[in-house]
């Protein structure tokens, strides 16, 4: 027992100090064997008091549990300390007695207590200890441990559980509740607990029984939990499954042979955001039963038939919303519960449809999947039958293969639903803690620590079996700057080592992308260097360009008012009134600062191209940052929208004048795709944007059933817009702004509005794979051939010198003519050239593109109002 000062043992006339002992937090970190930080009085006297079974408690003003202790003395920490663990420079460091790093790796196996006391013996504070630093110091031989189910006859099956007093494997026959226990043994130098079985367990169900100290229930526990590494688990995720992925019960017919297409450089791809379900639920043309899940990209539905179109057009990829197993959608379709109402038979700016689908949206079929259960196993309520996932979700990708695109992965290694899969196999370990012990949730839910060794391993691990497994050709990460910029280049690392001989699959060509936002505990590297917009510069790991989307979308995501204007939404010449956009200087100057960030766009984002202004990328600001951060073009992946927010057409409803005319929207979503897809670096467009797709203007659709997500092949059926006020959660306080819009007949398109956005669209998909001016490729290429000549207020001239570069053309120039009049550009260097427009737009579907017209004896081009036009020149 270990006591503090007795009452009435203080100095004379003074109270004894009051003991801060809170053992439900864990303020200090046990950073490696030798160190610990924590936020006390060096000069006072330290221990970390540790028990095997967990017995440590506080009971009336004592510690309790007969603990063994490890002395503490005051240090310091060094540079490498101090870099590996920037958050805790600040704490003090105390340094382990070498009389007592014998008993290290007993203690990691308990409770753990962090104890201060005076001179005299009397506790002033207590405290939990954060463990993971320490073990991936001592149990650093794990990162290359086998883990995970593994073996082909025989099965092997292999958990990292280096705090577990004992770990054993619970085995169950397919569907039934009765289990046999097998004991796992214990690898003392990794912390990994292993099991060989028998062949007869191949298809079993299974669980590991975790026997440890749990900080969260304060004692010693035994958590039956599913394994990290799954590769197969039962319908709704509660156990694992024993499966060899080789098996020929789980491959597609010709799965092996499968052929891809080929593949294109990161700075060359069209990506199409796509999710699972919305693709086909709407589409009448798929077989009622196969809508919605991975069966309806192996037929020849509507929806189908436009992604080979597209492909045919130029597009190289479609990005899938997360795929993985995720908590918030029953994986049994019998389980599932759709609205009952009758959603079209409401008025289009009626609250009845949210208010309906609301009523359903906890057991629905719809969810975007942002809520991680099992990171390496596919989703089960996007199958036909969730226990044919695997050989489901492979014919998927053979069905998208054979349509000539390849399949980029939405990833969400940064945070799980909820602690229960990771953290009871090894508790405090694999999410971020913060300072107290909680565990961190910025990023919506309990965020993972990909900083740690093993944690960092898993994504690593995960990332492969994608790749090798099912033949993925890309990921894109989610909330990537949560993740050190160290893990992602541990990612590239590994998919780069992947070749076809050893691994069926070319590394170097799976693409990687995500979102580096900068918010959070990990904000400005607090605790890593991150993987953030600049901090990856030089990787060839792309990120979302905001900067592209709020320029030509005009605005932020966040705005209280959805009515401020950009670029491609009317601030040039076509103003809508609202009073936050201010008068007509404030306007004027925002077209400019706007014009500035779509040209940083279009150079792929580079950080040390020279705009007109003479200012370099890096020197333009936006929100306080760089507008031009990446070292080469293909680090930039340029959009204008995405599942995030609303979709360009609904906030092209809320910014144009709301009297501007359908065939007007068309061209300015045209115009606003465009600086996408003929911008330097990797272009990524929304699915259905091509068709004006609308989500009743929701912002945030993330649980708005298939009513609100709506992608309608079949024009006919509209795109979406007047499908009643978004929902109340997220959109309410835009309702005022909404009512009205919904309300106007007009901003529903008719089918010839959704043909003329598709035709336009395709037809800047193949202007883009018509040149390799679209895709330069280095920084230096991009700084020596392209340039902005210059235009009038509202209009973007860019011209690229393809001398040497196009066997058919020497240059190439584009004018986005964002203004509602026509505009003749002057070009005197391209007088007595052969120039014309692009061939493609010489033959486009718009009358109005066909006017633009190039005159040789002045090089003057001139463009019609609200209009992208290109033109080629020769010798």
């Known amino acids: 027992m270990i006591r503090s000062r007795p009452a009435g043992t203080g100095a004379e006339g003074t109270e004894p100090p009051r003991a801060d002992v809170d053992l439900t937090k864990a303020r200090a970190c046990w950073t490696d064997r030798d160190t610990v930080a924590w936020q006390v009085e060096p000069s006072l006297r330290h221990t970390l008091a540790f028990s095997a079974g967990g017995g440590i408690a506080l009971r009336g003003g004592e510690l309790t549990g007969d603990p063994r202790l490890i002395r503490l003395a005051p240090g310091a920490m060094s540079e490498e300390q101090r870099r590996r663990w920037p958050h805790l420079a600040s704490f003090t460091a105390l340094t382990v007695d070498p009389r007592d790093a014998g008993l290290v790796r007993d203690a990691l196996r308990g409770q753990v207590v962090a104890v201060e006391r005076d001179a005299g013996g009397t506790l002033l504070a207590a405290t939990g200890v954060q463990l993971p630093g320490v073990l991936d110091d ?6 290359t441990a086998r883990l995970g189910p593994a073996g082909r006859l025989v099965p092997r099956l292999a958990v990292w559980a280096p705090t577990a007093r004992t770990v054993e494997l619970a085995l169950y026959a397919p569907g039934s509740d009765r289990r046999r226990t097998h004991r796992m043994r214990r690898d003392d130098r990794t912390g990994v607990w292993s099991v060989r079985g028998w062949p007869t367990w191949w298809g079993s169900e299974y669980t590991f029984l975790v026997t440890v100290y749990s900080p969260r229930h304060g004692g010693i526990v035994t958590n039956e939990v599913t394994d990290p590494y799954s590769l197969a688990v039962v319908p709704g995720g509660a156990r694992s499954r024993l499966v060899d992925l080789d098996a020929a019960a789980l491959k597609p017919r010709g799965w092996d042979r499968l052929a891809k297409p080929a593949a294109v450089p990161q700075h060359r791809a069209s990506i199409y955001e796509l999710h699972v379900r919305d693709f086909s639920a709407s589409d009448a043309t798929v077989p009622a039963a196969l809508r919605g899940t991975y069966a309806a990209f192996c037929g020849d539905g509507a929806g189908m038939r436009e992604l080979r179109a597209l492909a045919a057009d130029g597009l190289t990829h479609v990005h899938l919303l997360p795929v ?26 009626s609250e009845r449809q949210q208010e309906c689908v609301a009523e359903t949206a906890a057991t629905d079929s719809y969810n975007w999947g942002y809520d991680p259960l099992h990171y390496t196993v596919p989703e089960g309520s996007y199958a036909t039958d969730p226990d044919e996932r695997t050989k489901e979700f492979r014919g998927m990708v053979a ?11 939405d990833v969400v290694y940064n945070h799980t639903f909820s602690t229960e899969v990771l953290d009871p196999v090894v508790p405090g370990y694999y999410h971020r ?3 107290d012990g909680t565990v961190a949730t910025s990023t919506c839910c309990a965020g ?10 898993l994504i690593v691990d995960s990332v492969v079996t994608w790749a090798t497994r099912y033949k993925v050709d890309g990921f894109r990460f989610d909330l990537m700057g949560h993740h050190p910029k160290a893990g992602m280049l541990a990612v590239r690392a590994a998919l780069d080592a992947l070749t076809s001989r050893e691994d069926g699959v070319d590394g170097k060509s799976i693409i990687l992308y995500g979102e580096g936002w900068n918010f959070g505990e990990v904000a400005f590297d607090a605790r890593f260097e991150q993987a953030t917009q600049a901090n990856l510069a030089g990787t060839g790991i792309g990120t979302f360009t905001d900067r592209l989307r709020d320029a030509v979308r005009g605005g932020g995501p966040f705005d209280a008012d959805p009515r401020v204007q950009g670029f491609g939404s009317g601030l040039a010449g076509a103003p809508n009134g609202a009073p936050v956009n201010g008068g007509e200087a404030e306007q004027r100057a925002r077209l400019a600062a706007c014009t500035e960030l779509v040209q940083v766009g279009l150079t792929g984002s580079l950080r040390d191209y020279v705009l007109p202004s003479g200012r370099k990328g890096c020197e333009v600001g936006y929100n306080g940052s760089p507008a031009g951060y990446t070292a080469a073009p293909g680090e930039a992946v340029a959009y204008v929208d995405a599942h995030d927010n609303e979709t360009l057409f609904d906030a092209l409803a809320y910014k144009l004048p709301q009297r501007t005319p359908m065939a007007d929207r068309v061209r300015m979503q045209l115009l606003s795709l465009a600086t996408v897809l003929l911008a330097q670096g990797t272009a990524f467009v929304h699915a259905g944007s091509e068709r004006l797709r609308s989500k009743s203007l929701d912002r945030n659709s993330y649980d708005s059933g298939d009513w609100f997500n709506r992608l309608l092949w079949d024009c006919s059926q509209g795109n979406g817009f007047g499908g009643g006020l978004p929902p109340r959660a997220g959109n309410e306080a835009a309702w005022p702004y909404a009512r009205r819009l919904l309300e106007d007949p007009g901003l529903r ?3 010839a509005a959704v043909n003329a956005c598709r035709a336009g669209f395709g ?5 883009r794979a018509s040149s390799p001016a679209f895709a330069l490729g280095a920084a230096a290429e991009v700084r020596r051939r392209l340039s902005f000549p210059g235009s009038a207020e509202g209009v973007i001239t860019m011209h690229i010198d393809t001398t040497g570069l196009d066997p058919r053309w020497t240059s190439v120039t584009v004018v986005f003519n964002a203004t509602p009049y026509a505009h003749t550009q002057a070009m005197p260097g391209l007088a007595g050239r052969a120039g014309s427009l692009h061939p493609v737009q010489r033959r486009s579907a718009d009358p109005v593109v066909r006017g633009s017209a190039f005159d040789p004896a002045t090089g003057a081009l001139s463009v019609p109002e609200r209009t992208v036009a290109v033109f080629v020149t020769a010798g």
């Open 138 to 143: 001592v149990y650093a031989e794990a990162a």
């Open 324 to 349: 993985f197993d995720f908590a918030t959608v029953p994986e049994r379709a019998a389980d599932r519960t759709e609205p009952a109402c009758d959603l079209a038979a409401f008025p289009p700016a």
């Open 399 to 409: 069905g998208l293969n054979r349509a000539g695109l390849r399949v980029v992965m």
């Open 433 to 435: 803690l913060l300072d």
């Open 448 to 457: 993972t620590a990909p900083e740690h060794t093993m944690m960092g391993r």
């Open 749 to 751: 398109p008719d089918c």
């Open 763 to 767: 037809e800047l998909l193949r202007i």
